[in-house]
C-alpha cells in the first residue's frame, strides 16, 4: 500500500502531461474551423465619416451705433426675432431735446424763407414799376416834353430797384441754404434718437445676451449675437485619404451628442479648399435639411457623407478581405479544404459590413470566413474545417 501511495502523484503527472500533449497536439494541428461565403448581390452605400462642431454660417454681433446707457431689454437668449424687430432701447431724453431744438431751427429758417421770398417779390414789383416809368420818361425827353434830369431820375431809381431786387434774391438764396442746414440738423437729430432704439438687423434667433439694462453700451459692443437658422451646419474634419466622391450637394446623415440614437438629414454645402497639415484633415460643411429647429452652436456632432452607392452590387461580407503583401484579396476554400489568397479589386465598401468586389473572384467560388485572429495566421495551402 505504501509503494501504490508513492505512485499515485507520479501516475497523475503523468496523465496530466499526456492531456497537456494531447490539447497541444490539436490546437496545432487541427485545421481551423471556417465558414463559407460566396458573393451576392447587394445595395451597397459608401460613406465617410467626419466630426465637428455645430456652426452657424451667419453669426451677427447687434450693437449700438453710439455710447448710452440701456434703459429696456426687449428680446431673450433663444428668441426668434424678425427683421427691425425692437431689440432694446437706450437713454433718448438729450437726443429728443436735440430733435426739438433742431425742429425749431427749421421753423425759424422757413419762416425766414418766407419773408425772403415776400420781399423779393415786392422788390420786383418796385423795379416793374421802375423800369416802366424810366421808359416813358425816356420817350417823353425824345419828344422834348420833360428836361432830361428829370428822365435821369428815374433812370437812377430804375437802377436802385434793379440792386434792390438782386439784393432780395440773395437773401432769399441764403434762407433757402438756412433752412436745407436746418433739415439736415433735424435729420441727423432724428437718426441719433432713432440709434437709441435696436433693431434686429435680420431674421434669426438671439444666441447670446451680452448686456443688461442699466448697463452702458459703446460703439461696436455688442448687445445680442444673433444668427440665422437657416444657415445652420456641422463644420466636419474629414480625412484627406476619404475625400474622393465627396462634393457639394451629396446627401449626409448627422448625429448630435445631445440626441444620441437619432439621425438628422443633411447635405455637403460647402468643401474647404485649405487642409490642415497637423492632422491631414479637410473641413466640409455639412447643411441640415431642413434647417435644425433647435440648435446649439458649439455642440459635438458627427457627420456621414454619402460618397458613392451602387444597387445590385457583388459583394461580400468586409471580414473576408485581407491585405498580403500590399495587396487586398480573399482566401479562397478550394475542393480538397485548402485555401488560397485570390487577389480582388474592391469597389464599395459599406458601413454595413459589407465590400463589392469589382473583380478577380468568380461568382460560384467558396470564401473562408473567419475570427480576424484566426485569418491573420492562414498561409496558402493551409487545411481548413468548414463548419
Do not use: H
Not at 507520479?10 to 460566396?38: C, D, E, H, N, Y
Not at 423800369?131 to 425827353?141: G, H, T, W
Not at 444668427?227 to 445652420?232: K, N, T, Y
Not at 449626409?252 to 438629414?265: K, M, N, Q, V, Y
Amino acid at each position: 500500500m505504501e509503494k501504490l501511495a508513492k505512485i499515485k502523484p507520479f501516475i497523475f503527472w503523468i496523465a496530466a502531461l499526456a492531456l497537456v500533449g494531447f490539447l497541444a497536439k490539436r490546437a496545432l494541428f487541427t485545421p481551423p474551423q471556417v465558414s463559407l461565403v460566396r458573393l451576392a448581390r447587394r445595395d451597397l452605400t459608401a460613406q465617410v465619416y467626419g466630426n465637428g462642431t455645430v456652426e452657424a454660417k451667419v453669426v451677427v454681433g447687434v450693437s449700438s451705433r453710439i455710447t448710452g446707457r440701456i434703459t429696456q431689454v426687449l428680446a431673450d437668449q433663444g428668441d426668434r426675432v424678425k427683421a427691425g424687430q425692437l431689440l432694446a432701447r437706450l437713454e433718448d431724453d438729450d437726443f429728443a431735446a436735440q430733435v426739438a431744438q433742431a425742429q425749431a431751427e427749421l421753423s425759424r429758417a422757413r419762416a425766414e424763407t418766407r419773408a425772403a421770398e415776400a420781399g423779393l417779390n415786392q422788390a420786383k414789383a418796385s423795379l416793374r414799376l421802375a423800369a416802366k416809368n424810366a421808359q416813358r420818361f425816356r420817350a417823353l425827353v425824345k419828344d422834348d416834353l420833360v428836361s432830361r434830369q428829370e428822365a435821369e431820375q428815374y433812370d437812377t431809381a430804375d437802377a436802385v430797384a434793379r440792386d434792390e431786387a438782386a439784393r432780395r434774391q440773395s437773401e432769399l438764396e441764403a434762407s433757402r441754404m438756412a433752412e436745407a442746414a436746418a433739415r439736415s440738423a433735424v435729420a441727423l437729430a432724428a437718426s441719433r434718437l432713432a440709434d437709441t432704439r435696436i433693431l434686429a438687423p435680420q431674421d434669426g434667433i438671439i444666441v447670446s445676451r451680452d448686456l443688461e439694462q442699466g448697463g452702458t453700451v459703446a460703439p461696436g459692443l455688442s448687445i445680442f449675437t444673433l444668427a440665422d437658422p437657416a444657415l445652420v451646419w456641422v463644420k466636419a474634419n474629414v480625412d484627406e485619404a476619404m475625400l474622393p466622391g465627396v462634393a457639394v450637394g451629396r446627401p449626409a446623415t448627422i448625429s448630435l451628442r445631445s440626441e444620441p440614437g437619432r439621425d438628422f438629414p443633411g447635405q455637403v454645402a460647402r468643401l474647404g479648399r485649405q487642409s490642415d497639415r497637423v492632422t491631414e484633415e479637410l473641413e466640409v460643411d455639412v447643411a441640415f435639411t431642413p434647417a435644425l429647429p433647435g440648435f446649439r452652436l458649439g455642440e459635438q456632432a458627427d457627420v456621414l457623407i454619402v460618397s458613392a452607392s451602387k444597387d445590385g452590387a457583388l459583394a461580400l461580407p468586409s471580414a473576408t478581405v485581407n491585405s498580403r503583401g500590399g495587396k487586398r484579396g480573399v482566401w479562397r476554400v478550394q475542393g480538397d479544404g485548402r485555401i488560397l489568397f485570390t487577389p480582388v479589386v474592391c469597389g464599395i465598401e459599406d458601413r454595413a459590413g459589407f465590400t463589392e468586389i469589382v473583380s478577380g473572384l468568380p461568382a460560384d467560388v467558396p470564401v473562408a470566413l473567419a475570427p480576424a485572429p484566426a485569418m491573420a495566421k492562414f498561409q496558402d495551402g493551409l487545411k481548413v474545417r468548414v463548419k
